[in-house]
């Protein structure tokens, strides 16, 4: 197991689960069909939602911090608030997605995740 590179920092670099050199994504959040470099097959790994509901639960603790840290630091007009709320909620998420859906295909590489099957 040691000669694989970590799911972790594979994942948040984007890169191939098993050789940590092919690009995982060919798009935004689209994955490759195979690593370019050594082949492995990625079509199957694909996260689904998982990613989002860490995102979701992540960015909504930070997004609702800051606003209470604004208001009781400096207590700025309204519209302070919802440019901030704006920028932080969407701003976060597109750039926590795909390190996340990285690391979550790794780790799912790595266990050998995949849909339920019965013939096994
Ligand atoms: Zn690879």
């Known amino acids: 197991?040691?000669?694989?590179?970590?799911?972790?920092?594979?994942?948040?670099?984007c890169k191939c689960p098993r050789c940590?050199?092919?690009?995982?994504?060919?798009?935004?959040?689209?994955?490759?069909?195979?690593?370019?470099v050594c082949g492995l097959d990625l079509?199957?790994?694909?996260?689904?939602?998982?990613?989002?509901?860490f995102i979701i639960l992540i960015v909504g603790a930070i997004v609702g911090a800051a606003i209470?840290?604004?208001e009781f630091t400096w207590q700025p007009a309204y519209w302070v608030h919802a440019v901030v709320a704006a920028v932080l909620g969407?701003?976060?998420?597109?750039?926590?997605?795909r390190?996340?859906?990285?690391?979550?295909?790794?780790?799912q590489y790595r266990h050998n995740a995949a849909e339920g099957r019965l013939d096994e």
């Open 1 to 13: 197991m040691s000669d694989h590179p970590s799911p972790v920092s594979t994942g948040l670099a």
């Open 20 to 36: 940590g050199e092919g690009r995982l994504f060919k798009g935004y959040l689209t994955v490759r069909e195979r690593c370019e």
């Open 43 to 53: 079509s199957r790994a694909d996260s689904g939602d998982g990613p989002a509901i």
């Open 68 to 70: 209470l840290y604004l």
């Open 90 to 97: 969407i701003g976060l998420p597109l750039l926590l997605l």
């Open 99 to 107: 390190p996340f859906k990285g690391v979550m295909i790794a780790l």
